[in-house]
């Protein structure tokens, strides 16, 4: 979604927005614009990519400054929509991410009062109605402003009159701030804080900040200060660099096999024949459990599904998944004691709804997400982090495989605690996973056979993915990674269910990725091949690397190296994605930033 950033400090303030906004521009970016205050306050906007904006404007003095790549929601992508938006006297400029759910009431009152609106975005409200509350303190204008305000928001707000200061507040959008030497920051996402700082402190729902370049107040919602700790950010800036990749997707496809190594690094060991995870999260788990409930959007969702798979195997614990969509607003009725929300971002705004509702519906919550202090995280009793660095890619890869691990740690521990697995099973799971990264290596060596058979796809109208057993949310996801990239229509079955309605939609032009696994459902999913290749499809298979006979029944082959059941689900994911990654440069797609999507979606 929209991406924030301020900046007041020794620095060139444009020189700082413009480097910062290309690291943001991940999370939106169909229109930027910065606004610095020198001389006095000036704004600049362009439609399209940051390199649009930086190569528009003039090199502007002044040290101090707000900056916004913006993911269209309320108005058209015009440069008048995009931010910072100005007051009538263009004295105060606001960046906004969120959505003001009372702006056409308020936009009434101001445009009564004589405010002229330039934009039909729900952010220019907050610049009048601080406008018409200022009476020479910029603090008090925005806090009284947000009294009135109804909704998500992430804003920081300059003041012409008032050179030497942002103001900042966040309610239900993140905003982190990044402390420096003699300058200070505030951004929506940390990654645009890497190549200056890396001190951050999280700013939490209702509160509101003045920074300075050398001081920095917080205030809660009652406008009484507060004092809150520093954090150290341990990503590395290089880590969110392309690295010699042409994609950031296919930069953290090949990481995979490092990342799968450090969501196991410290909890699984091989001589001890056990699983740890953070105390807290033990003793959530610890707790006597009756049913669990995962809850994600996206890629997410369709890692809870795989989770479902792997902790109804291990334990004997009933696992139902949910959209956060739905969950937020119908979910908790039968409410598990145990309800574990899976987030790469940890600011997923329908995930932070429906955990929200869990926690005062009295279930226990337990976060999987990849960022430290994201919202999520600091909400939840409990959270286990994928540990993957960065991802900037939209697409979900690595902190997918990450995510599915995650829960299959879960489950282990669940199972010890409760005495369902004896710690043979234990050792045989860990020398299992401790082989994921190897089995990784040797699926990235199959790039260029992926790549050739990625041809077979690339002029397709629809694609269809099948697969039974874990293999279903893997279908799902391999149909998800290919049309978000290469917008091919694809969809995700249950081999069984195609013959009970999808089956009208397969010609000979709909090619089928089946997913093979050699296991009690082998033969019935060797009959669903034959069931589509009857109606005139190409099917490939990705199968085990020792299956002997499927060649017989599928038009092509790739293959995954062979792992006890479940755990070959890593293999596959990363099939799944090549497979895709492939298809959409064949047909010239925006690969890292596909059209209409964002990273983070932090409105509902
Ligand atoms: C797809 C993708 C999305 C996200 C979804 C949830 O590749 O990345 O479907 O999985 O928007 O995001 P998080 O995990 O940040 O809550």
């Not at 934009?119 to 109605?129: V, Y």
């Not at 982190?176 to 920051?185: A, L, S």
């Not at 047909?587 to 990273?599: F, Q």
């Amino acid at each position: 979604m929209c991406g924030i950033i301020g900046y007041t400090g020794h620095r060139a303030a444009n020189d700082v927005l413009i480097e910062s906004l290309k690291r943001l521009d991940y999370r939106g970016y169909d229109s930027a614009g910065i606004g610095i205050i020198g001389e006095n306050l000036q704004v600049f906007k362009e439609i399209g990519e940051i390199s649009m904006l930086q190569h528009s404007i003039p090199k502007i003095k002044g040290n101090l400054g707000i900056g916004h790549t913006r993911w269209a929601t309320h108005g058209k992508v015009s440069k008048e929509n995009a931010h910072p938006h100005l007051s009538c006297d263009k004295k105060i400029a606001v960046v906004h991410n969120g959505i003001i759910e009372n702006f056409r009431t308020l936009r009434e009152e101001l445009e009564n009062k004589g405010h002229i609106f330039t934009s039909q975005t729900d952010s220019e409200i907050i610049a009048h109605l601080i406008e018409e509350e200022y009476k020479g303190n910029l603090e008090q204008a925005v806090s009284s402003s947000l009294k009135k305000i109804q909704g998500s928001y992430a804003i920081v707000v300059i003041c012409e009159d008032e050179p030497e200061k942002l103001v900042g507040a966040r309610n239900e959008s993140p905003l982190v701030i990044g402390v420096g030497d003699n300058e200070n920051f505030f951004a929506s996402d940390v990654t645009a804080l890497l190549k200056f700082t890396n001190r951050v402190i999280y700013l939490d729902d209702g509160e509101f900040c003045i920074v300075t370049k050398d001081s920095i107040h917080i205030f809660d919602r009652n406008n009484t200060e507060i004092q809150k700790k520093e954090n150290i950010i341990e990503w590395d800036f290089n880590d969110a660099k392309k690295s010699g990749f042409p994609h950031f997707m296919l930069k953290e496809i090949y990481e995979q096999s490092d990342s799968v190594q450090r969501v196991l690094r410290g909890r699984v060991s091989e001589i001890d024949r056990s699983i740890e995870l953070p105390d807290k999260v033990e003793i959530l788990l610890n707790d006597a459990i009756d049913s669990i409930h995962i809850v994600a959007c996206g890629t997410s969702l369709y890692s809870g599904m795989i989770g479902k798979y792997l902790i109804e195997k291990i334990t004997n614990i009933p696992v139902f998944v949910e959209i956060s969509s739905e969950y937020r607003y119908f979910g908790t009725k039968d409410r598990s004691s145990l309800v574990v929300f899976m987030t790469q971002s940890g600011e997923t705004a329908d995930t932070l709804g429906a955990l929200k509702k869990a926690k005062n519906a009295g279930s226990r919550t337990i976060v999987v997400t990849n960022v430290i202090g994201s919202t999520a995280a600091r909400i939840a009793d409990g959270f286990v982090l994928t540990q993957c660095g960065p991802e900037i890619g939209v697409a979900a890869t690595k902190t997918f495989t990450s995510q599915m691990l995650s829960l299959l740690l879960i489950a282990l521990k669940i199972a010890t605690i409760r005495k369902e697995l004896g710690s043979d099973e234990i050792y045989s799971y860990i020398r299992n996973l401790k082989d994921i990264p190897r089995q990784i290596r040797q699926v990235l060596a199959q790039s260029d056979k992926i790549a050739d058979m990625a041809k077979h796809l690339k002029d397709a109208t629809s694609v269809f993915f099948i697969g039974r057993g874990v293999n279903y949310p893997l279908s799902l996801e391999g149909a998800l990674k290919l049309k978000e990239i290469s917008y091919i229509h694809a969809e995700g079955f249950a081999a069984g269910e195609i013959k009970h309605g999808p089956f009208a939609l397969l010609t000979k032009d709909t090619p089928v990725v089946a997913i093979v696994t050699r296991d009690a459902t082998y033969d019935k999913i060797i009959s669903n091949i034959g069931e589509v290749k009857a109606r005139g499809p190409q099917v490939i298979a990705i199968a085990d690397e020792k299956d002997t006979e499927i060649e017989k029944h599928a038009d092509f082959v790739l293959r995954f190296p062979t792992n006890t059941g479940l755990l070959s689900c890593v293999s596959i994911t990363v099939i799944l994605q090549l497979l895709a990654y492939h298809v959409a440069k064949l047909r010239g797609c925006s690969i890292d930033k596909p059209r209409n999507l964002a990273k983070s979606v932090t409105v509902e």
